[in-house]
């Protein structure tokens, strides 16, 4: 049977969506209600779940001991340290409840949610990494946020094999690198953005396999350019040692130049996609049949997707890897036939939050290899199947049951979550009004001097700067340099930044959080293209595929 599209308004927004023929062909297949939200709507709401946070000490509610987390203080349930959540002092099962269906489905998890316990931090495998969150396999890294084998990094966000560098966002097998965004597999690479395969260079975009190199584009196996020119190695080495880095205010010349380069000189593709197929979305690697899906890599006939990998024949999923044939999860890192959930590893199961390696099981939390369970009690098989089924019947007919968990049981203030990596310009009465959460703690400080009054080079940046208190001029948040990074950047003969590290990630990142495409002509044939660049970033030349692989790879 061919299904046909629909058009809907959106239950929140009430803005007109489509939910195509393929869309349709998904929910089928994976199980789930065709959704009332608009695509933007749902995944504000997935990201609820997600906490970017300020990371703070607190203790642990089993033991008192001394933890560092990004978990809010006040947090709407208990928070133990990694080792005692994985440990056996505690049992997720002792929490279970009785399903009553007098009262709404979503209460009663939320209920369940509020008494059991959550780890500290996410991540496995780590050494000296107390400051940073969602950090696997790596050491010695300072307030970092999902890292994947590296070492010696900090402020370092979703990044993987990278050694021995600071400030990089999404990228991939760096090292001795700097201020960079979507670079992959370079040395001493520094004040750059896509661009892979480069050694011992500064102010790139879209570079590969470039060598020595200084504010330059486009490029493709050059070595001594400066500024897209050739230069023999002694002319590049004399002007690059005229160059000063060390200076903040020469350093914001070099980064003002480079935004006008982005505007007015550089070639920009329609979208990142590299070796995609049959896709619709940006910044997609190794994907076929992938519609609407944006930072996701290794999946196959997935839609609706933002940030994730290795998924198949799945939809509506936001920070979510490892899944076949699963959709409306946020966190999700492993599962076939997975729906509704949170952070959860798991089959056949729907409404599960912070579960481990579970089967057949609905609305649980906190729980690890456990099956047939509901609201973290044990059933038979028989017992689970006719419970689950009444329980479902009652959520249709309260207008539940399809519905992705409530804002009410979100993790963390919204403002402190990922979501607003996304949705920057969001404000506390649509959240509030929904049900979620909002800090409106000041946590803005005078304790200390502002960052501005750093001295300009970092040649005449004492050793002790480490011990003062600075005070960032744009958040107002107060932050050190750390003695780590300190010598990084003397090292380096670089300028000290001048922001707190949080909104330095923010910044960089900024640039991967587009989800809507724009109409443009093609720099070279004037054909309509649909580009993932806003207006305001006033992009002059941006080609389309075909023209981009003619001109430029």
């Known amino acids: 049977m061919i299904m046909k599209s629909e058009t809907k308004n959106c239950k929140n927004c009430q803005n007109e969506f489509k939910i195509d023929s393929g869309d349709l062909d998904l929910y089928d297949k994976v199980g789930l209600k065709v959704p009332n939200k608009c695509f933007e709507c749902r995944i504000k709401l997935h990201w609820a779940f997600s906490v970017f946070g300020k990371f703070r000490k607190g203790v642990s509610d089993l033991s008192g001991e001394n933890l560092i987390t990004v978990l809010p203080e006040k947090s709407r349930y208990p928070i133990y340290k990694s080792h005692e959540w994985w440990g056996d002092g505690w049992d997720p099962m002792k929490y279970g409840q009785n399903y009553d269906p007098n009262h709404p489905f979503f209460e009663q998890l939320k209920e369940l949610q509020e008494k059991v316990p959550r780890a500290h931090q996410t991540g496995e495998n780590s050494t000296n990494c107390d400051w940073c969150d969602d950090v696997w396999e790596s050491k010695n890294c300072y307030l970092c946020r999902s890292l994947l084998k590296c070492e010696n990094c900090s402020y370092l966000y979703r990044v993987l094999d990278t050694k021995d560098s600071f400030d990089i966002v999404y990228s991939f097998n760096l090292q001795n690198s700097y201020d960079c965004l979507f670079c992959h597999s370079s040395f001493n690479l520094n004040f750059s953005e896509n661009s892979r395969d480069c050694i011992d260079s500064y102010f790139l975009f879209d570079c590969r396999n ?85 930072s996701w890599e290794k999946s196959q006939n997935c839609r609706n997707q933002l940030r994730g990998m290795n998924t198949k024949d799945s939809i509506d999923q936001t920070f979510t890897w490892n899944t076949e044939v699963s959709g409306d999860n946020s966190g999700v890192f492993g599962g076939f036939e997975i729906k509704h959930s949170v952070w959860s590893d798991g089959r056949y199961s729907e409404y599960l939050d912070n579960c481990i390696e579970v089967e057949y099981c609905f609305g649980c939390v906190g729980l690890r290899k456990k099956k047939y369970c509901i609201l973290n009690k044990q059933y038979s098989k028989n017992e689970y199947e006719k419970l689950k089924t009444q329980i479902i019947k009652n959520m249709e007919e309260k207008g539940e049951y399809g519905e992705f968990l409530p804002y009410s049981m979100g993790l963390c203030e919204y403002n402190f979550s990922s979501g607003m990596i996304y949705f920057p310009d969001l404000k506390k009465e649509e959240i509030l009004s929904k049900g979620g959460y909002w800090s409106e703690e000041d946590l803005s400080s005078t304790d200390g001097i502002s960052s501005l009054d750093l001295p300009d080079r970092i040649e005449e940046t004492p050793k002790n700067i480490s011990n003062q208190a600075l005070i960032c001029p744009e958040s107002k948040y107060r932050f050190n340099i750390s003695p780590a990074e300190y010598e990084f950047h003397k090292r380096k003969g670089f300028a000290l930044p001048r922001l707190h590290f949080d909104l330095r990630m923010l910044k960089r990142i900024k640039k991967m959080s587009i989800i809507r495409n724009y109409l443009y002509k093609c720099f070279y044939c004037e054909k309509d293209i649909m580009a993932y660049y806003p207006p305001e970033w006033g992009y002059q030349k941006i080609a389309c595929e075909e023209c981009y692989k003619q001109n430029i790879a």
């Open 210 to 294: 470039c060598q020595n190199c200084f504010m330059s584009w486009n490029l493709r196996n050059k070595r001594y350019y400066i500024r897209n020119k050739p230069h023999t190695k002694e002319e590049y080495e004399k002007k690059l040692k005229n160059t000063n880095f060390g200076s903040h205010k020469n350093l914001f010349a070099l980064k003002k130049e480079f935004w006008d380069l982005l505007k007015n000189e550089i070639v920009h593709r329609e979208n990142f996609n590299i070796r995609t197929t049959n896709s619709v979305g940006n910044y997609l690697n190794d994907c076929d049949k992938c519609v609407n899906v944006f």
